[in-house]
């Protein structure tokens, strides 16, 4: 993620090979300059509500190609996808059971 301070946005992008791009922007209050305590404390609480939100963005854009590249995986292997399998190991490196 960027912070943009001239345009006052914070800004995450991703890219791969395999999936579309996508990007995501939160506009950001401006800060004046010299900012006082209540400021600086009110810019503050914005970005992280705008990290927050990019970030339940990001979850679901990221799960959703999860989603896609792993039904793109079991059509090459002409199978169906084992959902009660896949839940049970998200977020794992799993080796394969060799039948």
Known sequence: MDMDMASNSLTASYTSSFSEPFAIT???PALESP???????SYLASL???VTEAQAQINKELTSR???DNARAAASKN???DDAKEEENYGEEVQ???D
Do not use: H, N, P
């Open 79 to 81: 199978g169906v996808v």
């Open 35 to 41: 900012a006082s305590v209540a400021d600086k404390t």
């Open 26 to 28: 939160r506009s950001l």
């Open 96 to 98: 394969e059971d060799e």
């Open 66 to 68: 999860m989603e896609e």
């Open 48 to 50: 992280r509500s705008a």
